[in-house]
DNA sequence: ACTAATATTCTATATTTCTGCAAATATAGA
DNA sequence: TCTATATTTGCAGAAATATAGAATATTAGT
């Protein structure tokens, strides 16, 4: 059994995190790369944001946990935080899907289910 | 095969217009109604947000196109467009699952299986 | 210690967002 | 049409956010 966050709050602060193309692009370049994660000359360079902007955008996800941090020498590496997205997602699929019948599951997991690992 | 939105842009509105407590909870609130929805003075009343205020977050809502409404009389009724959330969660879950393997799907989607419809 | 490379912090500006009062609009009933 | 109810719109101030140039900090190599 897992803690459970229930804090609407935070959930409002991370969507709001994600809530600008500039961020839900870091974002998705970082799942993208994920486990390794980004050094954020190699963001930056992918997304053509000045550094102080990525700096500040990346801070903001950071403060959300949306993202966490690792220095390697004067680099920065940057990687997507999971656990914090699987809340979300799990957040999300129990309002839509669980709690209420508003969604079936069968339209956001596509069935591949051949005894899927 | 459903027409394919891709627009991360719209995806970051949306999360945008979820990302405060107060639209978060009048999703949170729609969902729980559905699919009859709520009328504004029923979410007033739930919610106790200031009419004026409340109004402006549902034309948010609305503008991003979660909620959806229809007059009935002198009221309006507010339900959430569970397409569009539909359309949320696939992208999620796309990004985080599917086109990387970050989360593992089972983490998000409880197995109930037993030939689950 | 000096230099180069990487990234953050400082500072400033522009823009957007949130909030709620007051006024306006919309609908229905008498 | 007058009245009551429901909700939105207009307006405005305060607060938060986004953006980015310039200065600073951190680390490593020589």
Do not use: W
Not at 6 to 19: L, N
Not at 33 to 44: F, N, R, S, Y
């Amino acid at each position: 059994m897992q803690k459970a966050p229930e804090r609407i709050a935070t959930y409002a602060d991370r969507f709001s995190a994600m809530g600008t193309e500039a961020r839900l692009r870091i974002m998705q370049l970082l799942l993208s790369a994920h486990p390794e994660g980004m050094v954020v000359g190699e963001i930056q360079e992918e997304l053509e944001i000045p550094n102080s902007t990525l700096s500040h955008h990346l801070d903001k996800l950071r403060n959300e946990d949306l993202v966490q941090v690792n220095r390697e020498g004067t680099f920065l590496r940057y990687t997507a935080n999971t656990e914090a997205l699987q809340e979300v997602l799990q957040f999300l699929y129990a309002e839509c899907c669980t709690r209420n019948k508003a969604l079936k599951p069968r339209d956001i997991v596509q069935i591949t289910d051949r005894r899927t690992q």
